[in-house]
């Protein structure tokens, strides 16, 4: 049965724990990379856009199977970065992931958003997370030689909104 997804923007207390538990699923991510992510909540919990971080979180059937996390980055106009994406393993595939983001861009481009930023690294484990930046409309702005750790590249995708279509998000 195709069970559906709603996106909201309200942060909440027990999202800590719902995104502790989603990037662990995926065993992408060491523990203290985890733990940033759930500092960002906690960020955002405390101050709110004070913390320069906005959230979305897709729920099914009341239950968190992904989020995002973005911000304007400082001491630029208009351009964006996203901090974090993540879909749990188990609903990986479903178009999740990409309705996150182009629900994010839309947000973005209303605000008149210019360009928006991914990071990632260059190791194979991340090959099919580049894919899908790549099949998402960002393009590859720059990679830097051993930033995380040697032989661990940074690439730096970006999407331009200005020359994008972000007015319709595909329903899932
Ligand atoms: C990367 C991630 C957020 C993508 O979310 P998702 O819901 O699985 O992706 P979607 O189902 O929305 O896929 C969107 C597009 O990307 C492509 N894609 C997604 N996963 C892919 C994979 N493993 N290999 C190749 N392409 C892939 C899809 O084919 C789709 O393109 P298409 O519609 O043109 O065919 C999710 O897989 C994830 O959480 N990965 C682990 C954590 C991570 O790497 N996060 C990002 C770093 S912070």
């Not at 662990?24 to 101050?47: G, I, M, N, Q, Y």
């Not at 032989?151 to 329903?171: E, I, M, W």
Request: with cysteine.
């Amino acid at each position: 049965m195709r069970l559906d997804l709603m996106i909201r923007a309200e942060v909440r207390r027990e999202d800590r724990d719902a995104v502790r538990r989603l990037a662990e699923s995926t065993k992408f991510f060491r523990p203290d990379e985890v733990d940033v992510a759930v500092e960002l909540v906690d960020a955002f919990l405390a101050t709110g856009e004070a913390s320069g971080y906005e959230f979305l979180f897709a729920e099914q059937n009341g239950h968190v199977v992904g989020y995002i996390c973005y911000g304007l980055i400082g001491c630029t106009l208009g351009s964006y970065d996203v901090y974090w994406i993540v879909v749990d393993q188990q609903s990986q595939g479903a178009g999740i992931g990409r309705r996150l983001l182009q629900q994010a861009e839309q947000d973005l481009a209303s605000r008149n958003a210019r360009l928006v930023y991914i990071e990632t690294s260059n190791k194979p484990q991340y090959a099919p997370t580049r894919q899908f930046y790549l099949r998402c409309g960002y393009q590859i702005a720059a990679v830097m030689a051993d930033f995380y750790d040697d032989g661990d590249d940074k690439v730096v995708l970006v999407r331009d909104l200005r020359n994008s279509n972000t007015s319709s998000v595909s329903a899932i």
